[in-house]
T-cell receptor
C-alpha cells in the first residue's frame, strides 16, 4: 500500500516565476492538506481540499492556490514567487472522518 | 499563531537513556498528535491521544495528556541512535469532529549519541 507521494523532490525557481507541486494521497484517503515548513519552524497550514473543493484555508495570500482531482490527488500552485516562499512543502492525506494526517516526504522549494 | 509549543527546543542524550519532551497548548482540544521528522523530510505520525485519555503507549513511546494543564509529554524509552530526529506535537486548529487542520509547534530536536 503506497503512502503519500509528492513530486518533485527538489525544485529551484527564480523570483517572480510560478511553480506547481503535486501530491498523491494514501490509498483510500479523500482529504488532502498542504503545509509550508520554513527552516527551523513547524509546518504551517496552507489549505485543505475535500471533494475537489477548497474547504479550509490558512493565513496565506491568494498567490497560493490549489486543486484536487477526482482521483483525490492534488496540486499546489504558487504564483509570483518571493524569496520568502523558499521552504519545504508538505502534503498530508487523511480520511474526512478521522483525526490522523499522513504526510508525504515533501518538496523542497528554493527561490533565488 | 502557534497553538502547541514543545520544550525543550533541543535535547541530547546517550543511547539507552530515556528522552522526555513536553508540549503545551492554549485552547481546548479533542485530540493531540505527536509526529517525528528526520532531517527535514516528511513527518511520520507517531501517536494520537484523545482528550478523554490520560496516557497511551506504543512500543517504546509513552504519551500523557493533562487537559487541566493543557500539556502533553512524549517519553521515548531506551533511546537509539535512529531516534535522532525532530519531534512535533500537533493540535486541531478548531474543535470539531473529524478532520481539521493541524497546528504545530517549533519542535524538539533530539540527538541520541551512540
Amino acid at each position: 500500500d503506497a503512502g503519500v507521494t509528492q513530486s518533485p523532490t527538489h525544485l529551484i525557481k527564480t523570483r517572480g516565476q510560478q511553480v506547481t507541486l503535486r501530491c498523491s494521497p494514501k490509498s483510500g484517503h479523500d482529504t488532502v492538506s498542504w503545509y509550508q515548513q520554513a527552516l527551523g519552524q513547524g509546518p504551517q497550514f496552507i489549505f485543505q481540499y475535500y471533494e475537489e473543493e477548497e474547504r479550509q484555508r490558512g493565513n496565506f495570500p491568494d498567490r497560493f492556490s490549489g486543486h484536487q482531482f477526482p482521483n483525490y490527488s492534488s496540486e499546489l500552485n504558487v504564483n509570483a514567487l518571493l524569496l520568502g516562499d523558499s521552504a519545504l512543502y508538505l502534503c498530508a492525506s487523511s480520511l474526512d472522518s478521522t483525526y490522523e494526517q499522513y504526510f508525504g516526504p515533501g518538496t523542497r522549494l528554493t527561490v533565488t | 499563531s502557534q497553538q502547541g509549543e514543545e520544550d525543550p527546543q533541543a535535547l541530547s542524550i546517550q543511547e539507552g537513556e530515556n528522552a522526555t519532551m513536553n508540549c503545551s497548548y492554549k485552547t481546548s482540544i479533542n485530540n493531540l498528535q505527536w509526529y517525528r521528522q528526520n532531517s527535514g523530510r516528511g513527518l511520520v505520525h507517531l501517536i494520537l491521544i484523545r482528550s478523554n485519555e490520560r496516557e497511551k503507549h506504543s512500543g517504546r513511546l509513552r504519551v500523557t495528556l493533562d487537559t487541566s494543564k493543557k500539556s502533553s509529554s512524549l517519553l521515548i524509552t531506551a533511546s537509539r541512535a535512529a531516534d535522532t530526529a525532530s519531534y512535533f506535537c500537533a493540535t486541531p486548529s478548531h474543535y470539531k469532529s473529524g478532520n481539521t487542520p493541524l497546528v504545530f509547534g517549533k519542535g524538539t530536536r533530539l540527538s541520541v549519541i551512540a
